[in-house]
């Protein structure tokens, strides 16, 4: 499904990825590991098409096609989802209003009818409810005001309803308490299928106790050093990432 | 001659003696209405001013030609500069309206200022009355509108203007006197013209007053839309409060002046002003100018001004969730201006304001 070979990206003038190879098959979940300032989320945010990400080699297939030709609008109407490390606030915009016109958007750039308010809002509560998202979450600004935990609720409650065949999520664990870790991994797991797949990237093996990963690769200095099964994670845990940061493989 | 006719000589000789404003003058800085109009000037027509709909039971009217003593009583009473002189002068007739004493209309008063010229408002809610006033422009003609609002003791006005886009120059000088515990709320959407401009004069007269201001623009293409107001506190624990948001896309111009006076005396006096700006291109301008003048002791004063892009993590995220670009924008335009929608109390103005605000935005993507 996702084909990422020599991959180098810069921001700026700044080299990030060196030559990132890395591939995906529908059914799997993959995780990436790797200390601050590995390129990361460089890699989430190039996967989803944000500016200011120069690809200077290297190519990045979704399904047998150039995902960065394609605009942000259009990977997510092609089923690319990611569900952001820090997701924006924006007064002004409802959260219900704002799910309507992101699933009516990619229903149409697929060719699909738009669901009418009805209908949304059933298809939007079914997932909630699983998610312990709220109605006032729902009638509330898009993130505004809203917690740690309930922002990355909200993230996978997206995933749940945009049903990507390609979910990348970035740092989803980052601020969040056992149980609201819980949560989220529970509502992840429920979305593993056989046509979806899944990038988690992660600093801490905790996630991965909850999502668990066919394989794990090692992110260093914009490189995969090291690649293995679930079992892994808990060198990385036990040992750090020091090992790879000195000897590169 | 009666009064009337005096008065309007008298406008007439001032109008002649100082002329159109130019930049030089302070309230007109970012409004060149002297180029704008160019040779034909404002001319001496007459415009007019007429009712959409019909007169909810219990507002009075009459005629500017002929008025009742009540109308006569305030007309011309409360404008004093250069242009709205000019509508004094000019306007044959125009429209006075006035709700009894106690009296509360529920239905909204819809109000039409059309046509080429000058045309003149009156508009006197005497003590406890409250009334909700919708104000809307025709697209014809260069106009100057003069409109004069009186507040008696405890009334309360609300009052939406919706000015439509324009190719022309129309201006329009609001003039209100505002007694003890009175309320204003007024909102001012404008989609710019050659020149098109809302001028505010509000005199807090009365202990208590109160005067809430808000409004949007949503400019284009050459669009100009001008909103200046002057707030004057002249007695204690007055209240006065303004938000006004400007979109500006293409080589638009958008212009807020907002004066606070706050005289001796006024003690207590609490005002509050935001204006913010969101340019869409690098020829878009836009001049936000908030000023205060205190001169009583223990008031609260607050002011800021602030001009932005669009938030690129937001049009980000928008677009990485599958909302086109455009759409992304205009949703994000949207909510810039969404708070200063909000104080619209009648939903069903709010929704007139709210559908050609989005008119508007879908132009300029």
């Known amino acids: ?85 820090y997701p924006v606030e924006i007064p002004g915009v409802t959260t219900m209003t704002f799910l309507k016109a992101a699933l009516n958007s ?71 308490d056992i149980d609201a870790l819980k949560l989220v991994a529970d509502g992840v797991n429920a979305l593993r299928a056989p046509t ?13 106790d909850y999502i668990v990963p066919d394989r794990i690769h090692v992110l260093v200095a914009g490189r995969i050093v090291a690649e293995g099964g679930k079992e892994l994670a808990l060198e990385l845990e036990a040992k750090g990432y020091d090992k790879f940061v000195k000897e590169p493989a | ?47 007019y001013v007429r009712l959409l709909g019909r ?19 305030h007309f011309g009473t409360l404008a004093r500069n250069a242009v709205s002189e000019a509508s004094l002068a000019f306007a044959e007739g125009g429209l006075a309206l006035r709700v009894p004493a106690g009296k509360a209309i529920g239905e909204p008063l819809l109000l039409e200022t059309g046509g080429a010229g000058h045309a003149r408002v009156l508009l006197v809610l005497e003590s406890g009355a409250s009334l909700t006033l919708f104000e809307t422009t025709d697209t014809a003609g260069t106009r100057n509108t003069g409109f004069e609002i009186v507040l008696e003791a405890g009334a309360h006005l609300a009052h939406v203007r919706l000015a439509q886009p324009v190719e022309t120059v129309q201006v329009e000088e609001i003039a209100l006197s505002l007694a003890a515990r009175a309320r204003y709320d007024g909102h001012f959407a404008s989609f710019g013209g050659k020149l098109a401009r809302a001028e505010l004069i509000i005199a807090l007269e009365g202990e208590g007053a109160e005067a809430h201001l ?13 909103v200046t107001t002057h707030v004057i ?49 690098e020829t878009a301008e836009a001049d936000l100018k908030p000023e205060l003048e205190i001169f009583a002791d223990d008031v609260k004063c607050a002011h800021g001004a602030a001009v932005g892009d669009l938030d690129p993590d937001s049009l980000f995220y928008l677009r990485a969730r599958g909302i086109p670009e455009s759409h992304a924008r205009a949703i994000l335009m949207y909510a810039f201006l969404e708070d200063a929608l909000e104080p619209v109390a009648n939903e069903d103005l709010r929704g007139a304001v709210r559908t050609g605000v989005q008119a508007a935005l879908r132009s300029l993507l």
């Open chain 2, 55 to 73: 007169l909810p039971e219990g507002v009075e009217y009459c005629d500017l030609v002929n008025p009742k003593p009540w109308a006569a009583a």
């Open chain 2, 1 to 47: 001659m009666t009064a009337l006719e005096l008065r309007r000589a008298e406008a007439r000789t001032i109008f002649e003696s100082r002329g159109l404003p130019t930049r030089r003058v302070e309230e007109w800085k970012y409004s060149d209405l002297k180029s704008a109009l160019g040779e034909a000037g404002l001319g001496e027509d007459t415009a």
């Open chain 2, 233 to 281: 506190h002249r007695k204690g624990n007055t209240r006065s409060t303004q938000l006004f948001k400007h979109v500006a896309g293409g080589k638009a111009h958008a212009v807020y002046q907002g004066k606070v006076t706050v005289a001796k005396g006024a003690d207590g006096a609490d005002s509050r002003q935001t204006a913010k700006a969101l340019l869409l291109s």
């Open chain 1, 196 to 208: 979806r797949a899944m990038l988690v990237i992660t600093h801490y093996q905790r996630l991965l």
């Open chain 2, 214 to 226: 808000s409004g949007v623009s949503v400019l284009g293409g050459t669009a100009h839309a001008d």
């Open chain 1, 106 to 176: 990619q229903r149409r750039a697929r060719g699909e009818s738009d669901l009418d308010a009805v209908n949304v809002l059933k298809l939007v509560r079914a997932r909630a409810k699983t998610l312990n998202v709220s109605e006032d979450m729902l009638k509330r600004a898009l993130n505004v005001g809203f917690s740690g935990g309930e922002k990355k609720r909200l993230e996978i409650l997206q995933m749940a309803i945009f049903e990507p065949k390609l979910a990348i999520l970035d740092e989803t664990d980052s601020g969040l």
């Open chain 1, 1 to 85: 499904m996702l084909e990422i070979k020599n991959l180098h990206v810069s921001v700026g003038d700044k080299p990030i990825l060196k030559g990132l190879t890395l591939s995906i098959a529908p059914g799997q979940v993959h995780a990436i590991m790797g200390p601050n300032g590995s390129g990361k989320s460089t890699l989430s945010y190039v996967l989803a098409g944000r500016a200011g990400y120069d690809i200077t080699d290297g190519s990045i297939l979704y399904n047998g096609e150039d995902l960065a030709a394609m605009a942000p609008e259009a990977r997510a109407a092609k089923g690319v989802f990611l569900a952001m490390q």
